[in-house]
């Protein structure tokens, strides 16, 4: 239900923006509770739990937030202690967005519509009693989606619809909502019709994210011919910390996902979008940290185009 966030500690070394730093880069959307990051594939341990070296990868890959799931809570919960919960949270520092909320039609085998819509509904309230930002997921739902968001727009101060994978349609339906970002991963980079529609999102709209360990880029995806930025991987069972895992998909990998944006935008400048990206993380869900410089030069008209 509640979203927590990592920040790399020795974030002044990457201070001011310069050429011998790597441009900063968020992955919105990452599970680290999820047990492949414990070394577990399938209820088998094949290694052990390494998000300490991940999160190391991820760092010198440039990323420099992380925004995590925490495990949802029980629905049924009551408001009030899902509320005073967010509260802490919030006090903490520790919970930057409600989430994850939203419809999926392609898994109403785990939750039928009617209930998936009635705690979307519900989830504005807690989002509009937070001042929090939400994390959306929406999947082959949009037109309900929507005019759930319509009905609550006053609840909503802004918000990511991440891992988006639906039409161009669907796209300019949900940037129609003020304040609404798009998040893509390697699950909206699989064929040629889904980097039409990424191409499309404009870039101050937009968002990066891995959703690791699922959805990386794969290289029967249309997407992997714009990667360029590759590790060195090893099968689960040849478990070696230098190296990436084959087939699990981790938060310096955004690198890539970045990689395949520019390439379908034919945006030459990658650290520009890169930091464009930032921004846009920054605004949303770290206002307190937004750069005020970077803004100024950003409405001035002098940030990327
Ligand atoms: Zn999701």
């Not at 599970?31 to 990868?57: E, P, W």
């Not at 029980?74 to 939203?102: M, N, R, T, Y």
């Amino acid at each position: 239900m509640f979203i927590h966030s990592y920040v790399k500690t020795d974030i002044s070394l990457c201070l001011p923006l310069s050429d011998v730093c790597l441009p900063k880069k968020t992955d919105i959307a990452v599970n680290f509770t999820d047990g492949m990051f414990k070394g577990i594939y399938h209820g088998k341990q094949c290694h052990a739990s390494d998000i300490a070296t991940v999160l190391s990868r991820a760092w010198s890959a440039g990323v420099d937030r992380i925004i995590e799931f925490e495990e949802s809570g029980d629905p049924e919960k009551h408001f009030q202690a899902l509320l005073s919960l967010a509260q802490e949270g919030i006090e903490k520092g520790k919970v930057v967005a409600i989430g994850e909320c939203g419809l999926d039609y392609d898994r109403l085998h785990f939750c039928p519509a009617e209930i998936q819509k009635k705690y979307f509904e519900k989830q504005f309230e807690l989002a509009y009693a937070t001042k929090l930002p939400m994390f959306l997921h929406m999947r082959t739902a949009a037109d309900d989606f929507c005019e759930i968001m319509e009905r609550n727009k006053n609840r909503f101060t802004a918000g990511v619809t991440h891992s988006f994978t639906d039409s161009a349609e669907d796209r300019d339906k949900l940037l129609s909502f003020n304040n609404m970002y798009i998040g893509v991963n390697g699950c909206s980079l699989k064929t040629s019709e889904n980097l039409d529609v990424v191409r499309d999102i404009p870039i101050e709209r937009l968002m990066i994210e891995t959703d690791s360990p699922y959805c990386e880029i794969k290289n029967t995806h249309a997407g992997i011919k714009l990667v360029k930025s590759v590790w060195p991987s090893k099968k689960k069972e040849k478990y070696d910390q230098d190296s990436i895992v084959k087939g699990r998909n981790e938060p310096c990998l955004v690198r890539q996902v970045l990689e395949v944006v520019a390439g379908c935008k034919r945006i030459n400048d990658i650290e520009q979008l890169s930091r464009t990206i930032y921004h846009n993380t920054c605004r949303v869900f770290f206002p307190q940290d937004l750069d005020s410089a970077a803004d100024a030069l950003l409405s001035s008209g002098h940030g990327p185009q």
